[in-house]
């Protein structure tokens, strides 16, 4: 083969696959369906809470009322301990796509559940107290498969102090590249029991 037949079989060589690379240009059609699948094109998120409302109990001192001044009352008094509700969401993510979806993940953490109080704020995350490897991962969800996660989260905020009020609760894939995000979220309250 001579120089000429090299080179111009190398521009077309580049040229084939500039154009498998470029994105929206290498769409096509199998049985009826786009491929590669509009990106987050099919995939279901859905989340959870155990309960709707919960409870945190404050730490308080009782004391029972005396009922006499003679002899001296000498009733003990109680510690009642903290108590803080644990809050546990199902996240669940289901393709409903005709072809197999392949999510990635920077490191060991393919999800996250996150706390938002009514401003907008965060105010915890199921991965505050939480590591992860730090090696590269992921999962594939084949047509009509469904992966689950599950976090239990203290209904804390990042200060240590009990959550009291209505909050969004957020799931996410923690995915990496240009996948969009799969989430999902659901409305929880939190109230402090009443002091004795």
């Given amino acids: 083969?001579?120089?000429r037949n090299r080179n111009l079989l190398r521009s077309l060589l580049g040229a084939v696959l500039a154009s498998l690379c470029?994105?929206?240009a290498c769409l096509g059609q199998v049985n009826g369906q786009t491929y590669p699948p509009p990106?987050?094109?099919g995939i279901v998120a859905t989340l959870r809470a155990d309960q709707d409302v919960y409870t945190n109990q404050t730490a308080a001192?009782?004391?029972p009322p005396c009922v006499t001044n003679w002899p001296p009352?000498?009733?003990p008094c109680y510690l009642i301990e903290e108590k803080t509700a644990v809050a546990q969401f199902t996240f669940e993510v289901t393709n409903e796509y005709e072809l197999p979806r392949t999510f990635r993940f920077s490191s060991g953490q393919q999800f996250d559940v996150e706390i938002i109080d009514d401003t907008g704020?965060?105010?915890?995350?199921w991965s505050d107290d939480k590591?992860?490897?730090q090696s590269l991962s992921c999962f594939t969800l084949e047509p009509g498969q469904t992966v689950t996660?599950?976090?239990d989260i203290p209904l804390v905020d990042r200060d240590g102090q009990q959550l009291n009020g209505t909050y969004e609760a957020r799931a996410f894939l923690t995915t990496c590249g240009p996948q969009p995000r799969v989430e999902a979220s659901t409305q929880i309250a939190v109230t402090l029991a009443p002091k004795l």
Wanted: glycine share 8%; with cysteine; aromatic share 16%.
């Fill in 22 to 24: 470029s994105g929206p």
């Fill in 1 to 3: 083969m001579d120089e």
């Fill in 73 to 75: 009352c000498m009733l």
């Fill in 61 to 63: 001192v009782w004391c």
């Fill in 121 to 125: 704020r965060l105010v915890a995350a």
């Fill in 39 to 41: 990106t987050g094109a």
């Fill in 131 to 133: 590591f992860f490897t």
């Fill in 149 to 151: 996660f599950v976090a």
